[in-house]
């Protein structure tokens, strides 16, 4: 039973345009999140995370929303480039836990 | 740079020959990690220690096992591979604020792809 969620196996977005990643959580105890950027024979690098008591935290070209109620989050990049291409893991912790569950990944193409 | 290594990059064994894979950091973190992902799959969490503490997830084969014996260095053991184990070994760390409460993100290694034949 998947806890995160990203029901997008892929995104397709032209440059300089906004793309939108979205992730789901099932697990009420979760109140911190992460998004994570892997590029092909990379580990998975940190990209933004966000604090429940928070709703949106924003880093550059890269927004991420919170919706607590709908346990529902999202990533924003605005403007897309090339070089965003990868794929994209959310994932989720509950306080206390030093382990984090990981979505299954959305991967992101950039199209020049 | 600090960074977190793992090795081999690939690693080929065959069916039931027991295999080990390496990771080191240099960032002097005391939380380390082990992860499992197949193809387009999430990665799962294996097992994490925090400091010398070892912390199993509850559904992670006896098959797996690991060492830390300091710091910099934590191991994963394969006992007796089966080719449903062929998969990317990610391993990562992180460093606790003390029980605060507080999180800090992981940083990962590049991955171990290990094959079974």
């Known amino acids: 039973d998947q806890q995160v969620k990203q029901n997008s196996p892929s995104l397709s977005v032209q440059e300089g345009r906004i793309s939108i990643l979205n992730c789901d959580y099932t697990n009420s105890m979760f109140d911190y999140f992460l998004w994570y950027k892997k590029y092909p024979a990379e580990g998975p690098t940190f990209l933004i995370s966000i604090s429940s008591i928070k709703d949106k935290n924003e880093d550059g070209r890269f927004t991420v929303f919170l919706n607590k109620s709908a346990k529902h989050l999202s990533l924003h990049i605005v403007p897309s480039q090339p070089g965003d291409s990868a794929v994209y893991f959310c994932?989720?912790?509950?306080?206390?836990?030093?382990?984090?569950?990981f979505g299954p990944g959305t991967r992101l193409s950039v199209l020049p | 740079d600090a960074m977190v290594i793992q090795n081999p990059r690939y690693q080929v064994t065959q069916f039931g020959k027991p295999v080990t894979l390496s990771c080191s950091q240099t960032?002097?973190?005391?939380?380390m990690y082990w992860y499992q992902q197949k193809s387009s799959q999430a990665p799962k969490l294996l097992f994490h220690y925090y400091d010398k503490d070892f912390n199993n997830e509850a559904d992670t084969p006896d098959n797996f096992q690991s060492r830390r014996p300091n710091t910099s260095f934590c191991f994963l053991d394969i006992r007796s591979p089966g080719l449903g184990d062929a998969a990317m070994y990610l391993c990562?760390?992180?460093?606790?604020?003390?029980?605060?409460?507080?999180?800090?993100?992981?940083?990962f290694g590049p991955g171990t792809r290990l094959t079974v034949l």
């Open positions: 994932a989720a912790s509950a306080k206390g836990r030093q382990n984090f569950v």
């Open positions: 960032l002097n973190h005391n939380v």
């Open positions: 990562a760390t992180s460093r606790d604020l003390g029980g605060t409460g507080d999180y800090n993100e992981q940083f």
